[in-house]
């Protein structure tokens, strides 16, 4: 793998957190404008923590086009370096560190974890079923480290949960994201006869998170999909990208995982019981959960938020651009190979899951 070099400009833009147990620092480095006139930026985080013999430092190559300014770039990091340096070990999670990341074909890899064996699924056909075995018990993981969290130090839980709410923004633009993939689904669903479908859609946009029962509430990834998940042989996963992280209900993450794995078919409900019997041990039956049946009940509220949010990691998948406001509306999604076809098997997952 290439390592990315790339000039960097004079100015620099630095963010610091810290504590007596773990420190790190920021620091965003503007490059300079290629031929096309696109700006990236590099954000280097150093992380310390008193166990490791030496500092660990992530570095992102970072497009303009999905980042607005440097504050909100700040924001992003920030929210990053919170995660690695207090919610994932306060998880009992070890994040395995890079010390560079490299940019090939639009993805952004970490090196060291390819050095190791690593590397990324296709982004477009999504992962297998080896590797989405290990993303729902990876995620199941993770959720059981929060809840054990918040029922065993809730104080701990609160400070966690209190910086989480303190740094994020909308760095995204995912709103108009969202909006125009719609748009585009709709048109597509017009031509294939799916009035029914294509009616839902049109007649909202916009599906807040709703979660009636607080024992769903968890700390989320928040962007868990194929595109933040590395393998090594199908057997290893890693988890990277940790810069949306969030609270929210369950399904937040676990949606997004189905979405966007459309080579699942029928096996949807084999691993939602999976992810269910993964977080029960986790627990170790620390407090009374939920049974399987209130947990899928938790899954149908959310299943509008989750096929609107299916189609927007559609189109950043399968249309080639850093943004789906950028599409040519003269332009047919169906000329793009494989967007009818993973449009038809999001359709098919969420009949499945009873949305339809």
């Given at each position: ?138 995620l199941a993981d993770l959720h059981a480290g929060s809840l054990i969290l918040r029922d065993g130090k809730p104080k ?103 979405s966007t794995s459309l080579r699942i078919g029928d096996d949807v409900h084999t691993y939602c019981a999976t992810y ?81």
């Amino acid at each position: 793998m290439r390592k990315v070099r790339t000039k960097l400009a004079s100015n620099a833009y630095c963010c610091n957190t810290g504590n007596p147990w773990l420190h790190s620092q920021v620091n965003m480095h503007r490059a300079s404008p290629n031929q096309a006139g696109h700006t990236s930026v590099i954000c280097a985080v150093t992380v310390h923590n008193r166990l490791d013999k030496e500092d660990k430092v992530v570095c992102k190559l970072v497009s303009r086009k999905t980042m607005l300014n440097d504050e909100e770039l700040q924001l992003a990091y920030r929210r990053e370096t919170i995660a690695y340096q207090n919610i994932l070990p306060a998880l009992g999670v070890s994040f395995m560190a890079a010390k560079f990341f490299a940019s090939s074909s639009g993805l952004i890899i970490l090196q060291d974890l390819v050095d190791e064996g690593f590397s990324s699924p296709d982004r477009v056909a999504g992962l297998s079923s080896k590797q989405m075995d290990l993303a729902i018990k990876g995620l199941a993981d993770l959720h059981a480290g929060s809840l054990i969290l918040r029922d065993g130090k809730p104080k701990e839980w609160e400070s966690m949960t209190a910086q989480l709410k303190g740094t994020w923004q909308d760095v995204g633009q995912f709103s108009s994201w969202l909006e125009t993939s719609i748009m585009t689904a709709i048109e597509e669903l017009d031509e294939l006869g799916e009035e029914k479908i294509s009616k839902m859609l049109s007649s909202s946009s916009a599906v807040p998170l709703d979660c009636s029962n607080d024992s769903f509430w968890v700390i989320c990834h928040g962007d868990y999909w194929s595109n933040n998940l590395m393998f090594r042989n199908e057997d290893t996963l890693r988890i990277i990208d940790f810069q949306n992280m969030c609270c929210g209900p369950i399904y937040k993450d676990l949606l997004n995982l189905l979405s966007t794995s459309l080579r699942i078919g029928d096996d949807v409900h084999t691993y939602c019981a999976t992810y269910y019997q993964r977080l029960i041990v986790g627990i170790d039956k620390l407090f009374r959960f939920p049974s399987y049946s209130e947990f899928m009940e938790h899954l149908r509220e959310g299943l509008d938020y989750g096929f609107r949010m299916g189609l927007l990691y559609l189109g950043g998948r399968v249309l080639p651009t850093d943004g789906l406001d950028e599409i040519d509306s003269s332009v047919k999604c169906n000329q793009f190979p494989g967007y009818r076809e993973h449009l038809l098997h999001l359709i098919d997952i969420y009949k499945v899951l009873g949305l339809f």
